[in-house]
């Protein structure tokens, strides 16, 4: 068993490890994926509304939730089972030490779990999701400003009313405080 030093393992983390439960932390990465979502669905229903209300039902947008969000804190479980922890005393400090080590699963299943953590949870997941809530801003952004200036063509109006300048910079804004 490979020992990691007990004091980095204290907190919030220490009681995940204590009780087994380091998985729980997967539900961050499925939030980040849900917000991914949020912004795919507020791009579409702003390039095209009408489509977008026949192709994002509330149904399927609930299944993709759910399964996503089991599917990424269930891989998550198992990146969490990579410790196993053991209270230690020490008699002549009598002092009692929690150190994590390496569990038999994780020496078991050393590339497997590395992969997650490392490749799909350290690298895909992120840069995924950052790039397309990115993405997803920008060609929302481009498309209101767009229909901000065709409306001001279009309308009676001079000027565009401060509501629709405020309204604009308030979804940005929400869409960027989210992500």
């Known amino acids: 068993m490979k020992l990691v030093?007990?004091?980095?393992?204290?907190?919030?983390?220490?009681?995940?490890?204590?009780?087994?439960?380091?998985?729980?932390?997967?539900?961050?990465?499925?939030?980040?994926?849900?917000?991914?979502?949020?912004?795919?669905?507020?791009?579409a229903c702003v390039v095209s509304p009408l489509r977008a209300h026949v192709l994002l039902k509330t149904k399927t947008t609930a299944a993709i939730i759910v399964i996503a969000t089991v599917v990424i804190v269930g891989l998550y479980c198992v990146v969490g089972s990579r410790w196993t922890v053991k209270c230690i005393f020490n008699p002549?400090?009598?002092?009692?030490?929690?150190?994590?080590?390496?569990?038999?699963?994780?020496?078991?299943?050393?590339?497997?779990?590395?992969?997650?953590?490392?490749?799909?949870?350290?690298?895909?997941?992120?840069?995924f999701s950052v790039s397309v809530v990115t993405t997803a801003s920008a060609i929302t952004t481009v498309k209101l400003r767009h229909m901000m200036e065709w409306r001001q063509k279009t309308s009676s109006a001079a000027t565009s009313s401060s509501r629709d300048v405020t309204l604009t910079r308030m979804l940005i804004g929400i869409r960027m405080l989210k992500s």
């Open 92 to 127: 002549v400090a009598n002092k009692t030490t929690v150190n994590a080590y390496s569990s038999d699963f994780f020496l078991a299943n050393v590339h497997l779990v590395d992969t997650l953590e490392g490749t799909v949870y350290g690298v895909i997941l992120p840069v």
């Open 5 to 43: 030093t007990g004091s980095r393992y204290t907190g919030i983390l220490g009681i995940y490890l204590r009780n087994k439960l380091l998985g729980i932390l997967g539900f961050w990465w499925a939030s980040g994926f849900i917000t991914t979502l949020i912004a795919c669905e507020r791009c």
